[in-house]
């Protein structure tokens, strides 16, 4: 079965606690990406990437970080969390951006994150 | 970069259709839409390449003029299961992806 995966679903925090957030595909899928979604602001990209060891900034990176040194995995580190950074995550991945067919974006069950 | 959406709230009676709008200020490489019910993840429905448009789902179909850089979400002969939250994403180099705030749709009885 195609799947994204997350853990922990739920986690809450104190700020300043390092934490990471996993996240594993099982399609062989070159695009991975986190988004986080907050109340009348929707899902907003905080980095994606293209294929192994291949990173970019989404739109919100700030006091985020992430690797990508195996294809299925891409966690998301925050080295510092503050109470700004309580949201909801969703972990993504695609096959690829450049098909030219159609290109399913699966998504993963979401972690949802309280930082105190 | 965020697409607009509108309308922002949507409310159907069972059978009735409605058409969802997604606006962007830039050129776009694609358009995808997606729905999400309360506490779940957003499941892709479709998506709409420059130079075509593609049907995903039965009664749920999409629109991608390039030129105006829009979209549209045609829902026909709403059931009880289309309500949830839809968005629009779009991608404008292929790589870099923005959603819009979404559409609340609810369908009753």
């Known amino acids: 079965e195609a799947q994204v995966t997350q853990n922990p679903r739920y986690l809450i925090t104190v700020t300043g606690k390092k934490l990471t957030v996993t996240c594993s595909q099982n399609?062989?899928?070159?695009?991975m990406s986190w988004y986080r979604q907050d109340p009348g602001l929707g899902l907003r990209q905080i980095y994606y990437?293209?294929?192994?060891?291949?990173?970019d900034k989404g739109d919100v990176p700030e006091g985020y970080k992430v690797s990508r040194k195996e294809k299925r995995n891409f966690p998301l580190i925050l080295e510092s969390p503050s109470p700004n950074q309580t949201s909801l995550y969703f972990c993504?991945?695609?096959?690829?951006?450049?098909?030219?067919?159609?290109?399913?974006?699966?998504f993963g069950p979401g972690t949802r994150l309280t930082v105190l | 970069q965020q697409p607009v959406q509108s309308p922002q709230a949507v409310i159907l009676r069972e059978g009735e259709d409605a058409v969802i709008n997604c606006s962007s200020s830039?050129?776009?490489?694609?358009v995808h839409w997606y729905r999400q019910k309360h506490g779940e993840a957003p499941v892709f429905l479709m998506i709409?390449?420059?130079?075509?448009e593609q049907k995903g789902h039965e009664k749920i179909s999409a629109s991608f003029n390039e030129k105006k850089q829009q979209s549209s979400l045609y829902l026909t002969a709403s059931q009880l299961s289309y309500s949830g939250t839809y968005f629009c994403?779009?991608?404008?180099?292929?790589?870099?992806?923005?959603f819009g705030t979404g559409t609340s749709l609810t369908v009753i009885p």
């Open positions: 399609m062989n899928h070159e695009y």
């Open positions: 994403g779009t991608e404008l180099t292929g790589n870099q992806f923005y």
């Open positions: 830039k050129a776009l490489y694609s």
């Open positions: 993504a991945s695609r096959q690829t951006v450049y098909a030219e067919t159609a290109d399913t974006q699966y």
């Open positions: 990437s293209m294929n192994v060891e291949v990173t």
């Open positions: 709409l390449l420059k130079g075509g």
